[in-house]
């Protein structure tokens, strides 16, 4: 049975395709711009910074300091549990350069 279906009707299918890849491409580039983002967690000492896309997924950070390491809860560091020095000692251990941190005083 053939279709005949009017020009607007094809407008609006491929319109629609458009539109929804359109939107399908700014939920991934989203998505990519989260991935990129650096967060920062301070005590009253120093100020950790953590930048996600630079991280390789080693696990020493959650070896060397379980009590501060939490990948599975957000925040996902909590700078309260361990001392500043101790910190700064694990931070430098970090083989991306995914953590860092600045002394704040
Ligand atoms: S030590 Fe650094 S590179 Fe390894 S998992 Fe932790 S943040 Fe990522």
């Known amino acids: 049975m053939p279709c005949f279906m ?6 609006w299918i491929f319109s629609s395709r458009i539109i929804a890849g359109y939107f399908k491409e700014m939920k991934i580039q989203n998505s990519f711009l989260i991935n990129m983002s650096k967060k920062e967690y301070s005590n009253e000492e120093i100020t950790i910074i953590w930048e996600s ?3 390789i997924h080693s696990g020493i950070c959650v070896k060397t300091l379980p009590k501060v390491y939490h990948p599975q809860e957000r925040p996902w560091i909590k700078i309260g549990n361990a001392t500043s020095e ?19 005083k």
């Open 86 to 104: 101790e910190l700064m000692n694990q931070i430098n251990l970090c083989p991306s350069g995914a953590l860092s941190y600045k002394k704040l």
């Open 53 to 55: 896309e630079k991280c």
């Open 6 to 11: 009017p020009i607007s009707g094809w407008i």
